[in-house]
């Protein structure tokens, strides 16, 4: 049987993968797993993004967190990285984002957590599942005054904008910011902290309407951010995706600076004000070629972890560094919050452009960009895992890997939110490295479909 969690909580399509009866047993078994060990009434910080489907899954979700219970205080409309830092601040025992981030609109997801404002290890995941397969047997739900109750909070928002100001109080005035928020999460308080700061905003895709988000805009289509900044003769472009806890930038000419150049142009800063603990930076095995270059280079180390953010925040964590991240934008600066953040990032590569005054496009100079190419094969959600027990896949990837020898790697992998097999090749000539790639996308399609 499939594990219910995969590297970013528990997601799939609202409605049916993720029903209204899965959200209220989430509820109820992470709750009880998170606050069991609470003399006090445990109480739980519940926000979501922008999809239609939110308001029915959150509402599921809390009358179970309520059923066993716990309180919850409902948020709203936050973006993921706002959750973790609510949940530390108001000293409350957990934190639940529903949302799918950059995922089409139709799907949702449930992700959790802790009372510190990181998220749960597979171990504390594996024990909310097994609640729930084992229908919860264990667990006595109280009656009368022992259930809990919802309090609704949609003021504190404004709490994490005032957070982000402190994390990074930079004057922006004169620099002129296109902003896309991909209809989601950080449409109010990205574009309120960009503001406030000074900046000359040109925000787009801030209008959601439950059916829109991440819909040709956003991270993940920046077509239109990369003409927008050219067209208003902007100093950078920003995309968010759709619960903010990632970004992508556009330079000034509409060339788009990724999460491996956001980082490292971010801790060669850091390095030079002596601020870059350990002069060590976590990616993921996604990570560009030219990272691992470019830090061999500057003297920075680069520590590379299995695909997930949450695998960053693990290395992080254990060996006391404080910056990590992956190429999609998900980037971690440890000294301000808990988990990637797509507006801190925002304003941390913002703070290197106006202290050095240097454009973006000279700062992303930093590191070459390797030629790669990622090729998205469709396949059944329950035999993602199992791609090479199908021989004649594994005998294509062998011969691909050998062909590419000394000159690149391969590297396919499970996505961990979406039924998907992701091929990533990297090699010196890009049209031979796409035309690979997408055949073995196109074979692992045809051979497990």
């Given at each position: 049987?499939a594990?219910m969690?995969g ?10 993968e993720i029903s ?9 078994a992470g709750a009880?797993v998170?606050?069991?060990?609470q003399?006090h009434?445990?109480?739980?910080i519940v926000?979501?993004?922008?999809r ?14 309520c059923?066993v ?6 948020v709203g ?9 609510l949940?530390?601040?108001?000293k409350v025992?957990a934190?639940?984002v529903?949302?799918a ?9 449930i ?7 990181y998220k749960l290890s597979?171990?504390l ?8 397969r084992n229908?919860?047997?264990e667990?006595t739900l ?14 504190l928002?404004?709490?994490?904008v005032k957070?982000?100001?402190s994390c990074?109080?930079?004057?922006l005035?004169g620099?002129?910011?296109v ?7 950080a ?5 309120k902290?960009l503001?406030?700061?000074?900046a ?7 209008n ?9 805009c ?6 239109e951010l990369k003409?927008?900044?050219?067209y208003?003769?902007?100093?950078i472009?920003?995309a968010?995706?759709g619960d ?6 556009v330079?000034?000419?509409?060339n788009?600076?990724?999460?491996d150049?956001?980082?490292a142009i971010?801790a060669?800063?850091?390095k030079?004000?002596g601020?870059?603990k ?9 990570s560009n070629l030219g990272?691992t270059l470019m830090?061999e ?5 680069v520590?590379k972890t299995?695909v997930g953010d949450r695998y960053?925040?693990e290395?992080m ?8 991240g992956?190429?999609s934008?998900?980037?971690i600066?440890?000294d ?6 797509g507006l801190?990032s ?13 454009p ?5 100079e930093?590191m070459e960009v ?9 396949v059944?959600n329950h035999?993602?895992?199992n791609?090479m027990?199908?021989q004649?896949?594994?005998?294509a990837?062998a011969?691909v ?5 000394g ?6 992998r499970?996505?961990g939110?979406e039924?998907l ?6 090699g010196?000539n890009?049209?031979?490295?796409e ?14 479909l």
């Open positions: 049987m594990r969690f590297t970013d909580g528990v997601r799939g399509v609202a409605g049916s209204v009866e899965l959200a209220t047993k989430l509820g109820q009880y998170l606050t069991r060990e003399e009434q445990a109480t739980i926000g979501c993004d922008t239609i489907s939110g308001g029915m899954l959150a509402s599921a979700l809390m009358a179970g967190i059923s219970g716990a309180n919850a205080i409902f409309v936050m973006p993921t990285p706002a959750i973790a830092y949940t530390r601040k108001h025992d934190g639940v529903i949302s981030s950059h995922n089409p609109m139709e799907f949702n997801g992700k959790f957590f802790n009372g510190e404002g597979d171990a995941e594996d024990e909310i599942e097994a609640l729930i229908n919860m047997r667990v109280p009656i009368g005054s022992g259930v809990g109750r919802i309090d609704y909070r949609f003021d928002r404004d709490e994490y957070f982000m100001k990074v109080p930079i004057d005035s620099m002129k910011i902003a896309d928020c991909a209809e989601g999460a449409y109010y308080t990205s574009i902290t503001q406030d700061l000074g000359k905003l040109v925000p787009i895709h801030i959601p309407d439950g059916t829109n988000i991440n819909a040709n956003g991270s993940t289509h920046m077509d003409a927008r900044v050219v208003e003769k902007a100093d472009g920003i968010f995706d903010a806890d990632r970004m992508l930038a330079d000034e000419n509409g788009v600076v990724d999460g150049q956001i980082m971010c060669n800063f850091m030079a004000k601020r870059l350990k002069e060590t930076v976590v990616v993921t095995v996604m990272f830090g280079r500057e003297g920075i180390c520590e299995k960053v925040l290395n964590l254990e060996n006391g560094y404080n910056i990590g992956e190429q934008g998900h980037v600066f440890l301000d919050n808990t988990t990637g953040d801190l925002a304003l941390r590569l913002l703070e290197v452009m106006v202290e050095t005054k240097k973006l496009s000279e700062l992303a930093i390797l030629p790669q190419a990622l090729v998205n094969a469709k059944p035999k993602k895992e791609f027990d199908y004649e896949i594994a005998d990837i011969e890997e050998k062909k590419f020898n000159e690149g790697r391969v590297l396919i499970p996505s939110t039924p097999v992701r091929v990533m090749i990297e010196k890009q049209e031979a490295i035309g690979e790639a997408r055949r073995l996308a196109e074979l692992i399609t045809e051979t497990m």
